[in-house]
């Protein structure tokens, strides 16, 4: 819904969000991160291969539903929020979903065989990966990129548990 649609006053936002601009920016990371722990805490509990399908699905979803228009809330704070001396809220907050997400990751890789030292970067990879592939879904409005990450993250996970791909 376009703001001038809503019916809400205009300065309504800063009356919700005192800390205007940057706190609704924090907040949305916040919903964004918690949302996908969530999945990924829930399909995990099935194994690696099942939690990176479903955090490939939740992308896969956004970003056709949007029409390509939508992609990472996450993401798109890490690369546009602009550096200072002091760590935006809003930042802080992309760092800790992206921490949050690779914990979950490490933790399911662990308990089903992968090495205890190959899998926070692992799951670090899984991440990278998977959010790379949403922008560039965006950019080529195409799903072949997260369908080719897919294909080898797959193939990565299952040698890493000791598994055929």
Do not use: N
Request: proline letters at 7%; one cysteine or more; aromatic letters at 4%.
């Amino acid at each position: 819904m376009r703001g001038d649609q809503s019916q809400a006053p205009l300065g309504s936002t800063y009356h919700y969000f005192p800390g205007g601009k940057q706190q609704l920016a924090t907040e949305a990371v916040r919903h964004a991160g918690g949302s996908v722990a969530r999945v990924l805490r829930k399909e995990l509990e099935a194994g690696p291969v099942p939690g990176l399908r479903a955090f490939l699905a939740l992308w896969r979803g956004i970003v056709v539903e949007s029409d390509f228009r939508a992609g990472c809330p996450v993401l798109a704070v890490s690369v546009e929020e602009p550096q200072t001396d002091e760590t935006p809220p809003a930042l802080a907050a992309a760092a800790e979903a992206f921490e949050d997400w690779e914990r979950l990751l490490t933790e399911a890789l662990r308990t089903h065989g992968a090495e205890s030292g190959q899998a926070p970067g692992l799951a670090a990879l899984i991440v990278a990966s998977v959010e790379g592939a949403i922008a560039m879904c965006r950019a080529k409005r195409s799903m072949d990129p997260l369908d080719q990450v897919a294909q080898q993250l797959e193939a990565i996970i299952a040698g890493a548990l000791g598994r055929p791909a």
